[in-house]
């Protein structure tokens, strides 16, 4: 039996597959599944280029989050190698069924930088995601450390963190949020450890920016797709 026309892949990315059902999502107005973000995620590094910054894709932040047995996490958690990283990026998902794939109804972000050892949480629901952040920073919290060393980082809900207007852009202010990031550890040159990227943020993710994002990821979907047929 042949596959729906919406599960036919078009482009394939840094490991990263995108169905054409994806168009239609970014075409919008709708939620945004796990393949959006974690493919915008795999882009960004390659605007903002540093070995010492991780952007971990959401089903492995949901796997941390949600993982049972504390010897299987640490197995699988090593390999990030987070104790080298100076910025960790998790997208967060409300999802609470293990068992089902693309679930949840809200993304949020949640940031760790090492110089300032803090998790810092933006969500743009009224602290809707506070929960299942509070759960991943309980859970990868005390593997940011070398050998276990580092003291115990700790968590900050900005609670001033940009707001959406409506019920699906969540994950549009996800990845909004994480390009403002990533630009300013890498262009930053005097960090203040109390403000971090929040000037930025509130500057920057803007509603207007927010929903012009759509069209910016079509568009770079698109050009990824040209530069695959031409390859």
């Not at 070398?146 to 202010?173: H, I, K, M, R, V």
């Not at 990031?181 to 971090?196: R, S």
């Not at 803007?206 to 698109?222: D, H, S």
């Amino acid at each position: 039996m042949k596959g729906s026309p919406s599960d036919e892949m078009i482009l394939s990315y840094n490991d990263v597959v995108l169905r054409r059902y994806d168009l239609t999502i970014l075409n919008g107005p709708f939620y945004l599944n796990d393949r959006v973000i974690e493919l915008y995620f795999s882009y960004l590094p390659s605007c903002y280029p540093s070995q010492d910054t991780l952007l971990v894709p959401p089903s492995i932040a949901f796997w941390i989050m949600k993982c049972p047995v504390a010897e299987a996490l640490k197995d699988f958690i090593e390999p990030l190698h987070l104790s080298d990283k100076e910025l960790v990026i998790f997208p967060v998902n409300d999802n609470e069924d293990v068992g089902k794939a693309e679930g949840g109804s809200h993304w949020s972000l949640l940031a760790y930088y090492r110089r300032a050892n803090k998790f810092v949480h933006h969500d743009s629901c009224r602290g809707m995601n506070s929960a299942p952040a509070k759960q991943l920073y309980r859970a990868v919290g005390g593997y940011m450390g070398q050998c276990g060393s580092a003291s115990e980082p700790s968590f900050l809900e900005w609670t001033d963190s940009p707001q959406q207007e409506n019920g699906y852009d969540c994950g549009l202010y996800v990845m909004a949020i994480a390009r403002v990031i990533c630009n300013w550890h890498v262009n930053c040159k005097n960090i203040d450890l109390t403000e971090l990227w929040f000037p930025g943020v509130k500057e920057q993710v803007t509603p207007i920016a927010v929903a012009e994002m759509r069209g910016e990821i079509l568009t770079l979907v698109k050009k990824l797709m040209a530069t695959n047929q031409n390859s």
